[in-house]
Structure formats: structure tokens, C-alpha cells
């Protein structure tokens, strides 16, 4: 098999190496012990296939995809999958290592895993996304499992790839199983509330910070950088608390009014036009660069890695940045912010809304039974409120930014399980 290491994309830091610094001081805060440490420093599996694909021209494209299992210490592995132009190895195995402390920060029985595939979703039909899915799940037939490792939607991917994959990994093993993965369409036995999860709990942690700061919602401004599942709903949902959001932007560009963005007016505008703000009217247009500098209270990165950096965190203004995105703050930005006085509200906390009621939608599945929307958002809405309040103790507890207060929760749950497990 071939892998060429896609080339480096400038600029960028790799995202499995900031992940690991961030990882590194936290484990010498906790003084993790050597066995634990080099068991959790890399991932437990790492897969990788090239699956052909038959286009809608009649031809075989070849698409290679991978699954990067972090960690089972806690239960089957969980994560996404994501489909997009520029998925890279070193990036799939950092978000799976995210997704391992996601989920120990929430206190839900998953390990961390992350599958990617790199292909331009925007540019294939409905057909070509089917066939490319079904080829997928079959490569990863073995790994996948209700018990063994989880998959769900991320970024090119939504509940109708979940449906395939769902049906795909049924039609293999003979029987109907719901539980092979989340973020699937209600009528496949998803979860009510489980679109809107992520955005929620962005939602729920900037309320949670917002009271630690002695910030009013009706008083406070925000921008939302990425403007797709995640970012709509948070930006929505916080514009119902009181915030008023000033600025959104997506691929297209950003989009600011002094006024306030009309949220449910641009979603719709969204929804009208490919998901996409291109075009969007009741707005100035200006840049992403200047967006995430703008003066506003709240910024709220949705979209992808890397965005606040060393070349524009001395600019950030906002007093509070809650991440919706993974890893949207490099490593060498994490200083600055902390010398500034910028509160983050990190990723391993801010978005794990989505995997919660994921669990939640796993769970329904073995139950055979479906819970109603307000059980959904109630329990989701307690489990982050009560985990925002663990990561902001051991902040204090070790005098330390939120975001390694979070690593520090992360890995003391996963090194303590590992501990009772014996090793392996
Ligand atoms: N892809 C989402 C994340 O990064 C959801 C994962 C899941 O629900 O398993 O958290």
C-alpha cells in the first residue's frame, strides 16, 4: 500500500504535536506514571485503506481513508468521521487522541478514535458520496462495532452518511444494528437533540463562563467563526440567551452588522443556498482574519483547526473564546492568550456536547427505546454544566488555564481506569 504523506500545509502546526504539548504539561502537573504515559502518547490502532470508488462518469477513483483508534481504556473507541480535501494522518490521529479526552472530561465509558477519508464532499453527487461511504464501512467491517468502535458524523458528514454506513455494516452482519454508529436520522433510530447537541453545549459552556466572568448574555457581544452544524447552533442558541452575535462567517467570507446578525435569518439563507453565506445581504462583508480580531466579548471558532495562531492572537480582543471547532488554537498561541487574560473554554470541553448525546443516542439503541427531546437536553445540559465545573476547580486547584485543567481531568480519569484495569 502507498502512503504519501500529504505535503505540510504552510503555516500550519501539526496537530498531533500540539495536542501532545498540551498532554505533556498536564501529565507533568499530574506526574502521570511512565507505564500510562507511553501507553497513552499513541494511539493503540491506526488504519489505513484505499477503497475504489465507481464515479458517476463510469470511472474508479481510488480514495484513501483512515481510522485511528487512540484509546479502549474506557469502553469502545468514539468519534467521527470526516470528509474533506485535506484530511491528514497526523491530523485524524490528534483528533482521535481529542475525542479519548472528550470523553473523559464528560465522564461517558468511551475511549477516543477518529476516521477520515479525503475526498472534496462538495464536489461529488449524492451517488458518488453512497457508493464512497458503503466502500468505507466495508474496509473498516472488522473495526467498527457497537462495542468495539462507534463512528459518527464530523466534518463532510451528516446523518445521511451515518444511514449508509448504518445499513452498509447491517447488510454485512445480517441483522439490523442500530448502535454501530450516532448521529444517524431520527426515523434510524437517532436521537432527538442530537443535531443540535454541539451547538448546545457551546451554548451551555459560554453561559457557564459567562457567569464566572461576571458577563451579562444580554450585556455581551460575539462573533462565530464557521458557520455549519456547529456553529449555526451555537450561534443561534446563544442569540436566544441575549448575546448579540455580530459577525459570522464561513468559507465564503464574514459577515458583520453593528446591529446584530438576524441568526435564524441567515440560516435560512443558508439553507437555501448549499449551505453556504455566499451572498448573505443584511451584512458588511469583511474578512475571517478580521473577524477573529473584531472587538467583541465572545469568540467562538466553529470551523476547523489552527485558526488563532501565533500570527493573530496578539490581536484577539475578545475576553472569553469558547471553542466549538477541535484544536482551533495552536500550541504556540496557548501563552499568549493565558498572558493576556483571555479565558478559553477549550475544545475536550466546549464541543463535547455532541459526543455526549451521541452516548445517549447509543444508549437508546440498546435500550430499544427513544427518549423525548426535553430528557435529551436536560441530561446533556447537566453533564456539561457539571463538567465545566470539574475542569474550572482544577484549574484552581492547580492555578492552571482551563484547557490543561481539562487535559488534567482527562488523564487522571483514563490513567485511574487504566490503573483498576490492570494494564492490559
Ligand atoms: N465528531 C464529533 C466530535 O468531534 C462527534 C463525535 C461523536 O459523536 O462520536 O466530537
Redesign the pocket.
Known amino acids: 500500500m502507498l502512503y504519501k504523506e500529504p505535503a505540510p500545509i504552510k503555516d500550519r502546526e501539526n496537530p498531533f504535536e500540539s495536542m501532545m504539548s498540551r498532554f505533556n504539561i498536564a501529565a507533568e502537573i499530574l506526574g502521570l506514571d511512565e507505564e500510562v504515559y507511553n501507553v497513552l502518547k499513541t494511539p493503540t490502532r491506526q488504519v489505513i485503506v484505499n477503497v475504489p470508488v465507481t464515479m458517476d462518469d463510469g470511472k474508479v477513483r481510488v480514495f484513501e481513508g483512515y481510522r485511528v483508534i487512540h484509546s479502549t481504556i474506557l469502553g469502545p473507541s468514539?468519534?467521527?468521521v470526516r470528509f474533506a480535501p485535506d484530511v491528514f494522518l497526523d491530523e485524524v490521529k490528534a483528533?482521535a487522541a481529542?475525542?479519548t479526552w472528550?470523553c473523559a472530561v464528560v465522564d461517558i465509558p468511551y475511549g477516543g478514535a477518529?476516521g477520515g477519508v479525503i475526498c472534496d464532499p462538495f464536489s461529488m453527487s449524492a451517488g458518488e458520496m453512497e457508493r464512497l461511504t458503503r466502500a468505507y464501512t466495508q474496509a473498516l467491517v472488522d473495526t467498527f462495532g457497537p462495542d468495539q468502535d462507534?463512528?459518527?458524523?464530523?466534518m463532510g458528514t451528516g446523518p445521511r452518511e451515518m444511514a449508509w454506513l448504518m445499513d452498509e455494516y447491517s447488510r454485512m452482519k445480517g441483522s439490523t444494528i442500530h448502535a454501530v454508529v450516532?448521529?444517524k436520522p431520527l426515523v434510524l433510530g437517532g436521537s432527538l437533540g442530537r443535531v443540535e447537541a454541539?451547538g448546545r453545549g457551546v451554548m451551555v459552556s459560554a453561559m457557564a463562563a459567562m457567569d464566572k466572568l461576571g458577563m451579562d448574555p444580554a450585556k455581551s457581544t460575539a462573533v462565530i467563526q464557521g458557520f455549519g452544524n456547529v456553529g449555526a447552533w451555537a450561534a443561534k442558541l446563544m442569540a436566544e440567551r441575549g448575546v448579540k452575535i455580530l459577525g459570522v462567517s464561513d468559507v465564503s467570507g464574514a459577515y458583520w452588522n453593528d446591529k446584530g446578525i438576524d441568526i435564524e435569518e441567515a440560516i435560512e439563507y443558508k439553507n437555501n443556498n448549499k449551505g453556504r453565506l455566499e451572498g448573505y445581504q443584511n451584512a458588511e462583508k469583511i474578512s475571517n482574519d478580521e473577524l477573529l480580531v473584531s472587538k467583541v466579548d465572545v469568540l467562538v471558532p466553529a470551523a476547523v483547526e489552527d485558526v488563532i495562531t501565533i500570527k493573530n492572537v496578539d490581536q484577539i480582543q475578545a475576553r472569553l473564546i469558547v471553542e466549538g471547532a477541535?484544536g482551533p488554537t495552536s500550541y504556540k498561541a496557548d501563552n499568549i492568550i493565558n498572558e493576556k487574560g483571555i479565558m478559553v473554554v477549550p475544545d475536550i470541553l466546549a464541543?463535547?456536547g455532541?459526543?455526549t448525546?451521541?452516548y445517549f443516542e447509543w444508549v437508546q439503541n440498546r435500550m430499544g427505546f427513544k427518549w423525548t427531546l426535553d430528557r435529551v437536553n436536560e441530561r446533556a445540559e447537566r453533564i456539561m454544566n457539571e463538567s465545566f465545573e470539574r475542569v474550572y476547580a482544577a484549574s484552581q486547584k492547580y492555578n492552571v488555564p482551563m484547557r490543561i485543567a481539562a487535559y488534567i481531568v482527562a488523564i487522571d480519569k483514563v490513567a485511574m481506569t487504566y490503573k483498576y484495569r490492570g494494564g492490559f
Not at 462507534?150 to 464530523?154: H, K
Request: proline share 9%.
Open positions: 468514539k468519534g467521527g483528533l481529542w475525542m472528550k477518529k462507534i463512528p459518527a458524523p464530523d450516532t448521529g454541539t477541535n464541543n463535547s455532541g459526543v448525546v451521541s
